[in-house]
């Protein structure tokens, strides 16, 4: 069959962030199979981030995985292996990370999307988002009602993340935002679906959807980011990438520090900042050395180099070993081995999960039945 006859599904469902990294494969798939028709199969809850994706020909919509339920997720694979028999697909790429899927990862979230695709992803990685001019109207009228060109200093903070990386207090946020915006001509727009009642100088972006994220950045000149969807958004064809504070928990389930991942796809790092201790003081100096100094000298103040962990690996291995993909297992000892070499700690995390895990399934299956006889 030619490539301008075939049907290929792509299946990336959740979440923002990582179907934002999947708009590559996407683009990828257009090239190797010129002429094909390409569905995607995505969540609800993220479909909105493809809208518009000039890569992408027809959506379908999955409501039948909820978030993280691999057992969902493998019996729709098998559905989709029965569509695949039966002639409905000639091409399925499976690029979402759940399953066996959790061996690909390489630190990088963006690498192991990447690396569910088998052949060699050539075209351009950066993600692809096009907003409609109803869209850019919408930022437009948000930043006249708030009167953003009034301000010296515009910053974007992704203050609710759905990643995991981070977890911060509405208490926290509000109080450091106070602090920032006493600053001269400073004003901080909280971005998330949390709604809160906007002051003069702390605005909240609720109203805005996370598409229309990308053009706020437009009107922005800094970022506090979690690693979460609007970081990588910002990132996107449709952003402008603002210079970056990141507040990142050293010991996520899913590590996907901005850092890592440029200097994996050779992406400056010149204006990245990233923070593992976050206390009030540290972000606010971090912030207040930028914009009264200079970004460089707050990099050099304030920037905390991540420790390279291997917590994700015992998690991912735990997993696998649960479903008795030893295939999965060794292929993800194959590519962490490849890229940091014998580490100790990796070692040391790789084999005690395998010895220690008969005692650990054990004893989860306890915790779960005496919680269920509550």
């Keep these: 069959m030619s490539n301008s006859a075939k049907n290929i599904l792509l299946v990336q469902l959740f979440s923002n962030g990582d179907c934002l990294f999947a708009t590559a494969v996407a683009r990828q798939i257009k090239t190797d199979f010129p002429g094909c028709t390409l569905t995607w199969a995505i969540a609800a809850s993220s479909k909105n981030i493809i809208d518009g994706n000039p890569f992408v020909d027809h959506v379908r919509v999955v409501d039948s995985v909820p978030k993280n339920d691999v057992k969902a997720f493998r019996k729709f694979k098998k559905q989709l292996d029965r569509e695949k028999e039966e002639g409905k697909w000639d091409e399925l790429f499976i690029t979402h990370n759940m399953d066996d899927n959790l061996a690909l990862y390489d630190g990088t979230i963006r690498g192991m999307i990447l690396r569910a695709y088998p052949k060699p992803v050539t075209v351009p990685i950066q ?61 901080v727009i909280l971005s998330s679906a949390n709604k809160f009642t906007s002051t003069e100088k702390i605005l909240d972006a ?51 520090a901005p850092s890592v991942d440029f200097k994996r796809y050779n992406i400056s790092t010149n204006e990245l900042i990233e923070i593992t201790s976050i206390n009030a003081d540290t972000v606010y100096g971090c912030i207040e050395t930028i914009l009264q100094k200079d970004f460089a000298s707050a990099k050099l103040q304030y920037n905390q180099v991540l420790p390279i962990q291997f917590n994700t690996t015992r998690k991912i291995v735990y997993n696998l070993l649960c479903y008795l993909q030893f295939a999965a297992i060794g292929r993800h000892f194959r590519i962490t081995r490849g890229i940091y070499g014998n580490h100790p700690l990796f070692l040391k995390n790789f084999f005690l999960t395998i010895l220690l895990f008969p005692f650990k399934l054990l004893r989860n299956f306890f915790t779960k039945r005496k919680w269920l006889m509550r």
Excluded at 161 to 178: C, H, I, N, R, W
Excluded at 229 to 251: E, F, H, K, Y
Aim: charged share 15%; glycine share 4%; aromatic share 8%.
């Design 127 to 187: 993600p692809v988002l096009v907003l409609n001019e109803t869209e850019k109207a919408s930022v437009a009228k948000f930043a006249e009602k708030n009167k953003l060109a009034g301000f010296k200093n515009i910053i974007l903070w992704e203050y609710a993340p759905q990643s995991g990386q981070t977890v911060l207090k509405m208490d926290f946020v509000m109080k450091l935002a106070e602090r920032i915006t006493a600053l001269p001509s400073t004003c």
């Design 206 to 256: 609720s109203t805005l959807s996370i598409r229309e994220n990308a053009e706020l950045t437009h009107y922005c000149s800094l970022l506090i980011g979690c690693s979460s969807g609007i970081t990588w958004l910002s990132t996107s064809s449709a952003a402008r990438q603002l210079p970056m504070v990141q507040l990142l928990d050293a010991n996520a389930y899913f590590l996907n």
